[in-house]
Structure formats: C-alpha cells, structure tokens
C-alpha cells in the first residue's frame, strides 16, 4: 500500500478459540485462591508444599541483575516508599520509539500477594507476635531487591471488629476523611467498576471471561517483593510454619488458628518474563509478545514519570496535592490506600480478535492499534515496524505523556490514527472514534499541576484463579497505592469513560483496554505508617 508505515501481513488461518489446546497446566505460575476446591486441595497436600508448586514455571528465567547503589539504613515509615532502596530509573533508547527514549524504573522482579481472614479479634499479644514477625523477616533478609520488601495492610473487616467498629469513636475519630466530603473517609469498600461484569451493569459483557466480580472480606493483605521467587517462596513458608528462614532454623510465628489464608497470588514483572511464559506454554498469540516487555500486552508500564512520589499517595499529600482530612500529625500519617484487584486478560481479544478491526486486509490487531487502545488514538507514540505484528511489532518502552485532562475527549473529536496514513503528516480520520487507555485514566489520576496521583504497583500473573475452565490464562494482578479509596473509584470511572463511548458512539472493541479485561477480585486496604503496621489501634483499646 503506497504511503503505508507498515506492511500488512495476513497469517493463516487460526483454531477458534474453543478448539485451540489448553496451555499446559504443568510448570506455570499459579495462584493458590485457598477457597472452595481449591482450599480443600491446599489441605490435601499441606499449604507450603502446594503453594511451592505455584512458582515452579519461572524456573527459565535468568535471575536481573542490578548495579550497586547506596541506600538509606533507616527503613521508610511510608511502608511503601521503596524507592531509594532501588538503584535509579535508567534510559531506555529503543529502536522505533521516540527520540531521546525513556526514563525506565524496573521494580523487584517478583510480588506475593498474600491475603488473609482473622479468626478472631486480635489481642495485645497477637499485635506483639506480628510485629516480631515482620521485624524477623527485616532480620534475616536485607530490605533490597536482593532480599525482601514486606508490607502490611488492612481492609474494612479489621477495622470492624475493633470496638465500635469503622464509625466508633476509636477508629472514626482517628480515620483522615475526605477533604471535600468529611462524611466519608478515606477507606471504603471497594464497588464494581462501570465494565465489571455485574448485576449492576446488565449490558455488559465480555468476549470470553464473562465472570462476575467479587467484593472480597479479607482482614489481612501482606505484600512481599523480590527479585528472588525463592526468597518470596522462603517467607511464605516460614510464615505459615516452615520453622527456617533465609536457611537458618527460626521458629515461625505464633499465630496458631489467628489467621485463615485465602489466597496466595504471584506477580512476576521482569523483562521478558511474559514471552517466556507465553513461549513455554504454546499460547495461540505467543509470537505476538514483545520478547522484551515486562507485561503481557506489550507494553512496558513502569514509566518513572507515570508515578506519583510516595508522599503524595499518603493522606497527608505534599504541596501538589492533598485529598484528606490528615495533616500529618495524625496516627494515620505517612498512611495509603492499596487496592488489590484480580484481572483476567483477554490477549486472543488483544492480539489476535475477530475482524472487527480497523486494519484492512488483516484480522488481527496490529501495533499501530494496540498502541492507540493503550495510549491514545491521535498523535499515538509510535508507529511500529513494518512487521506489525511479530514480536510485537513496535517498541515496548514509550514515554507516558500526561496531555491534560481533556486528552481523551479531544481524541475523540479529531478521531483515531488510520493505517495507511503517512506519519509526518497524520491523516485523521474523525468519523472513526476510539478511547486510549492512558488518556482516559488521566481525566482523574493526576494533581493540578500534572503530579500522578498513585503509584501503582501491577504485573503480569499465568494462572487459573476464577477462570471457567480451569486453563491457566494470562493475568493483571493490580494493586496501587492512593490517597483515598474514592479516587481510584473515579479513576476506574475515567478508564471506562462510557459518557465519552455513549456521546461519540465508540463502538465496544474500541473502547481501549475495556473489551479485554475482566476483574475478578476488588477490595480496598489501609495500608498503615511503619510504625503502627501491626493490627493498627489496638494498643489503643
């Protein structure tokens, strides 16, 4: 096609969905929900030894490697506040993406994500025995990416069973509330998203996943972060009674019949992790992933100017912005919101779909495309090889740049990007709409001077939690760090944007990243100051 970016290419013919293979359930990794079957199964074969099998498919990966840094020896009161502890963000300059590349922050490789329900209300001892805990874990592994980065929080169920509950005097009085509304704190449950599959949202479905989201009731989040799966494997185990740690013999917490485990969820990050596992497992869209990306749909998302700085996600905020009632002299300073969301991704939807799209002469999805959904349909950031689709076909590191908050609805009005147009000279097509992911999250998630509002802390996950058929698919384990739960629940409405779908008629599949994700999971936690991170309050009681 003369003038066109990229060479189309037509693959052949392809198995429905239906009748491809099952990827092998043997050497994956695998969340361990310990509900249900899959609880009784735990039992069956002991927890440790059944939770070990589920980091048995990274065992290809070669371990990162880092440069040496200095670090601060005092660790951070906001749990979270890793950063120094990491070496710096880099340059990454890819070919095909934009001049003067961009600013790269790799976190640790590996996240655990453990959650947890109490048995009873926890006592004074019970506080004393946790604490011990996480300082041992601080004890016997450096807080690095070497060795362990451990946080804690709290959902709605902890703070229900102190005296009086979220609204008695002991936690309401102290809770921060919203800045604009002091009738509400800044922890609430977490509610259906706009596209989640639920009662509340009858008109919506899925291609593939049609799976109904589920509010979760856990008391106890603990987030474990490595580059070692071996070390997240380590803790685990010692906190559910393996009696060694880091290879010495330490006796493992008393908890006794304290806790109830209900999940336990393994992110990996690292680059290339997803084509690894995708390659290993003979997934139908497999040659489609970037060999690099660090995530499943090929682009990379730990931009370091897409994040937030740490003081910004505590209720206190900094002088760019501050959403709470908490100035940071409270007992919730220095404190965040984490939401922990369970996603399923549709990559057949993503990369290989169904005709539907707007590439002639080809029915999958093509680089040029996917980078609009992601990013933004006018002046997208790049344009891809002439091989739009192998290998990804364009570069996975792109800059996340912050247009304003009208970004999406101007993208809108000037309409998408059109294969075949010349890219020094972009013709828009404006009777063809489409939303970007990025652009529509930032109508909500960043401050008035263009500060992110969050730090999100998400990865790609290969596993069978809460799917139909039991097959492992390809995961989105999204937890971030917010000053207010009511933020992200404006910020999912962003991402939907179904009023700017509705006003300028965005067909379905081209609504950015809706049409192929479908949550699962949803709870909202506290996640307390350094010092008041064990079962916060109840020294108070």
Excluded at 150 to 167: A, C, D, E, N, V
Excluded at 362 to 377: A, F, G, H, I, K
Aim: proline residues 9%.
């Amino acid at each position: 096609m003369s003038g066109c970016p990229f060479h189309q290419q037509t693959p052949g013919p392809r198995p429905t969905y239906a009748s491809r293979p099952r990827p092998a359930v043997t050497g994956t990794a695998t969340d361990q929900d310990m509900s249900g079957p899959s609880r009784r199964t735990m039992l069956r074969v002991g927890l440790v030894g059944a939770a070990a099998t589920a980091f048995s498919g990274l065992d290809v990966v070669s371990p990162i490697r880092r440069m040496a840094h200095a670090a601060p020896v005092a660790l951070p009161d906001i749990q979270y506040a890793i950063g120094s502890y990491l070496p710096p963000a880099v340059l990454i300059a890819e070919a095909g993406a934009p001049a003067g590349g961009t600013i790269f922050g790799f976190g640790p490789v590996y996240t655990l994500f453990l959650t947890a329900k109490l048995n009873k209300t926890p006592t004074k001892s019970d506080r004393t025995t946790l604490e011990k805990a996480l300082s041992t874990i601080e004890a016997r592994y450096p807080f690095s990416p070497a060795g362990v980065f451990t946080h804690i929080s709290y959902g709605i169920p902890y703070f229900q069973r102190l005296p009086g509950g979220m609204t008695g005097p002991l936690v309401w009085s102290r809770m921060p509330k919203l800045i604009d509304n002091q009738t509400r704190a800044v922890l609430e449950e977490a509610v259906p998203g706009p596209t989640d599959i639920h009662p509340s949202n009858p008109a919506i479905s899925k291609p593939r996943f049609n799976v109904p989201v589920r509010i979760e009731d856990n008391d106890v989040l603990i987030t474990i972060r490595s580059d070692s799966r071996a070390n997240l494997t380590d803790v685990q185990n010692w906190l559910w009674g393996s009696n060694k740690l880091n290879g010495v013999k330490v006796p493992s917490p008393a908890f006794g019949t304290l806790f109830s485990w209900t999940s336990s969820r393994l992110m990996f990050g690292g680059r290339g992790l997803p084509r690894q596992i995708a390659d290993a497992n003979k997934l139908p869209y497999a040659s489609y992933v970037h060999p690099d990306s660090p995530m499943w749909m090929g682009f990379a998302d730990m931009v370091a100017d897409a994040f937030g700085p740490p003081e910004i996600c505590a209720f206190q905020g900094n002088a760019s912005a501050r959403l709470t009632t908490e100035t940071g002299a409270g007992y919730f300073a220095n404190s965040s919101i984490q939401v922990l969301n369970h996603v399923i991704l549709d990559l057949t939807e993503w990369y290989l779909t169904n005709g539907t799209e707007i590439t002639p002469n080809n029915t999958d999805v093509s680089y040029l495309e996917r980078v609009q959904y992601m990013y933004r349909p006018h002046n997208p950031p790049a344009f891809g090889r002439a091989d739009q689709f192998t290998d990804g076909g364009g570069p996975t590191f792109l800059p996340n740049v912050y247009q304003g908050t009208d970004d999406a609805r101007n993208g809108c009005l000037a309409g998408s990007f059109q294969a075949g147009g010349d890219p020094a000279n972009p013709g828009l097509n404006s009777q063809h709409k489409m939303l970007g992911h990025i652009s529509t999250l930032q109508r909500s998630s960043r401050a008035a001077d263009g500060t992110p509002l969050h730090i999100r802390v998400d990865g790609p996950g290969f596993d069978a939690m809460d799917v139909p058929d039991g097959s492992n698919q390809p995961k989105l384990h999204f937890s971030a760090l917010v000053p207010t739960a009511d933020l992200f629940r404006r910020m999912r409405i962003s991402q939907a944007s179904l009023d700017l779908a509705q006003e300028f008629r965005v067909e379905l599949g081209d609504q950015g990243l809706e049409h192929r994700i479908t949550a699962t999971r949803r709870q909202n936690f506290l996640m307390p100051r350094r010092k008041n991170r064990s079962f916060p309050l109840l020294e108070l009681t």
